[in-house]
């Protein structure tokens, strides 16, 4: 497969299943929302590999043959290694912050558990905050020395933000990403157990609400990235981690919520803060429950 022909199918498949993230990524200039998309879809390999069906040690042996392809990525004929090949050359990406994201899905598959938030923090760093290094690479910054540090703290928030949102569904596959001693404060530490399980209660929304101040904590520093991007990928940026931010005020405004199911936002408010995002206007703090009130 060609090059082109290679970055054609990153692009659709970043269309396709990045339901957020994409809102943010066709903001940018074709050069680099085309090289986004490759670190996407190689992103997004190295994901389903943790999540498919294989045995646990297949994964494993999966996830090694990962990081072989990334050693000679030009070795390969896949339209997603002939991309993310090309894309290396055009731009300054750290792909060894690929290897800590396979480091990260492998925690997952073997169960890792986390008693400390410095601990969990280890894992959002995998497993984020290396896409905010890698898409970093693409956008270039006026601040190299600080940047990275900023891009890493913006995607640890949006990791804590996708726990919180997917409480119910990772419980229900058997596993808590909260640290057990924040449970503990709360007298939740039960739920952290196999048989455990969360119930809607005034400590669990005290909880959520703990959590969710850490998120925006570190979105708020996050974010001081923004200045030191050129406007369009600012407003990639913006629209992304916007689109997060927005989600984490409704999961704090009513943390129940979380018990329910999945939430989301529905496409229309994505593409408003995409839009806001591009006009360099201020994205994600407030939602529309907070503005009625």
């Excluded at 040690?57 to 390969?76: F, I, T």
């Excluded at 270039?140 to 928030?157: E, Q």
């Excluded at 916007?242 to 989301?264: A, C, H, K």
Aim: proline residues 5%.
């Amino acid at each position: 497969m060609d090059v082109d022909a290679s970055y054609a199918y990153c692009e659709r498949l970043t269309r396709n299943q990045a339901r957020n993230f994409y809102y943010g990524i066709r903001l940018l200039p074709e050069p680099k929302r085309l090289a986004l998309s490759a670190v996407y879809a190689f992103a997004r390999e190295i994901d389903d590999i943790g999540d498919g069906d294989l045995p646990a040690d297949r994964k494993v042996a999966e996830l090694a043959r990962m990081r072989k392809q990334l050693k000679d990525l030009s070795a390969d004929r896949d339209p997603v290694a002939v991309a993310l090949a090309d894309a290396a050359t055009r731009f300054p990406i750290p792909l060894s912050a690929l290897d800590e994201l396979i480091d990260g899905v492998e925690m997952d598959v073997r169960e890792t558990e986390y008693e400390t938030f410095d601990e969990l923090r280890v894992y959002c760093r995998c497993v984020a905050g290396t896409v905010g290094r890698l898409s970093l690479g693409i956008f270039g910054s006026r601040d190299p020395l600080h940047a990275p540090d900023l891009a890493d703290t913006l995607g640890i928030a949006l990791q804590i933000t996708n726990i919180l949102r997917d409480i119910k569904e990772d419980k229900d596959n058997g596993r808590v990403y909260l640290p057990r001693e924040d449970l503990a404060k709360f007298g939740l530490e039960d739920a952290w157990q196999r048989d455990g399980r969360f119930t809607p209660s005034a400590a669990f929304d005290d909880m959520v609400r703990f959590e969710a101040e850490r998120a925006e904590q570190l979105f708020e520093r996050g974010l001081t990235l923004l200045p030191l991007l050129d406007r369009r990928s600012a407003a990639s940026t913006g629209a992304m981690a916007g689109i997060y931010r927005r989600l984490l005020t409704r999961i704090r405004e009513e943390p129940g919520q979380v018990l329910i199911g999945r939430l989301s936002l529905p496409g229309w408010e994505k593409a408003e803060i995409a839009a806001r995002a591009l006009a360099g206007l201020p994205v994600g703090a407030r939602s529309l429950l907070a503005r009625g009130r």
